[in-house]
């Protein structure tokens, strides 16, 4: 419910300054990776996941 009045009000705001990227999957306005659309926390679970390809755990 929260998302969907998130997004109701983005399209009342009309100017451009204003827009903020999103999280595709939760709507979370911070910690935003314009490279995978998606804000740092769902990125960590799905690439833990291996739903992301390319993407592997870094270890030295």
Do not use: D
């Not at 009342?12 to 995978?36: E, Q």
């Not at 833990?48 to 993407?55: A, D, H, N, R, S």
Request: hydrophobic share 30%; glycine share 8%.
């Amino acid at each position: 419910m929260a998302k969907k009045c998130m997004q109701f009000r983005e399209l009342r705001r009309r100017h451009p300054t204003r827009v903020r990227n999103r999280c595709s999957r939760c709507g979370r306005p911070r910690g935003y990776m314009r490279r995978f659309g998606l804000c740092r926390i769902c990125f960590r679970e799905l690439a833990l996941e291996g739903k992301i390809p390319g993407v592997v755990k870094s270890s030295w």
